[in-house]
């Protein structure tokens, strides 16, 4: 068998194509890729660039004359601490990415809507990631709850979480996240809004919920994947939103950088970004 012909079966298998999916992508009929595979012919100057663009190597390569360069690998770098972010994004399947929390002012000038506050602020953690090459996908992201426009960051004291919980009683207000997945010199920076309505609380359940500590590093005094849950009578949009990464807008955003993690055969390293 030539060399060629050990190549092409080489990068179909490692590629996990089927001969009649790759006979399609190059346009031969399966017989003549067949043959070709087969070593019983050479396929053509077309069909041998048709292939080096498949598998994303060189003709020469193919033809043995030349071994790939060996590439700097790219990685998932998310810019954040939070454990909530780390299972969402494991949950979306990526499993294997590094983390880089950096320290950045999150001071913003007054009269900022929520929405351009969340995208200002994962804009500047994604600039600030560390270590990140070019190469490398940053994910940034940064979460506010609003009620009637104002701002609630993270109480303070047990006082500030029970004045903060009060407000919220009773009354739908707005979380607002904003995701920014940076890669060398381009970025992508959106905003996810999901409107949470919480049920009438009594001042002893407001103090129940504050004695378990969930609220005190939580934008809102309340988390909802633990027992904040308790506190909502219902959301409109993404769920996850609220968690702190909107799943499905993020996604979509990947799906830009040629990430699709619902179509992981895509991908040129599997086995860095899916299960």
Avoid: W
């Amino acid at each position: 068998m030539s060399k060629l012909a050990e190549r092409m079966k080489e990068l179909r298998v490692e590629n996990k194509m089927k001969q009649t999916e790759v006979a399609k992508a190059v346009g031969v009929s399966i017989s003549a890729y067949c043959s070709y595979e087969y070593g019983n012919r050479d396929p053509q100057t077309a069909t041998l660039v048709a292939l080096a663009q498949l598998y994303h190597v060189s003709a020469d390569y193919l033809l043995g004359i030349s071994e790939p360069a060996p590439e700097e690998k790219a990685r998932i770098i998310l810019a954040s601490n939070s454990p909530r972010r780390k299972e969402l994004l494991g949950q979306m399947g990526i499993q294997e990415f590094k983390v880089s929390a950096p320290n950045v002012d999150e001071s913003v000038a007054e009269g900022l809507s929520p929405a351009r506050i969340v995208e200002e602020l994962s804009q500047r953690k994604a600039r600030a990631a560390k270590k990140a090459g070019p190469k490398d996908i940053v994910i940034a992201a940064d979460t506010v709850v609003a009620l009637d426009g104002s701002v609630l960051g993270k109480p303070r004291s047990g006082e500030d979480a029970f004045a903060m919980l009060s407000a919220l009683s009773g009354r739908e207000h707005h979380v607002y996240t904003g995701v920014t997945v940076h890669q060398g010199e381009r970025a992508v920076t959106e905003h996810e809004e999901t409107a949470v309505r919480f049920r009438a609380l009594s001042p002893d359940e407001i103090r129940g919920y504050i004695a378990t500590g969930e609220p005190m590093d939580k934008a809102g005094a309340y988390g909802i994947q633990g027992r904040g849950a308790l506190l909502v009578s219902g959301i409109q949009g993404d769920y996850s939103n609220v968690v702190g990464l909107p799943v499905f807008r993020l996604g979509r955003i990947l799906a830009g950088f040629g990430i699709d993690l619902l179509k992981c055969g895509d991908i040129t390293q599997p086995g860095l970004f899916c299960k």
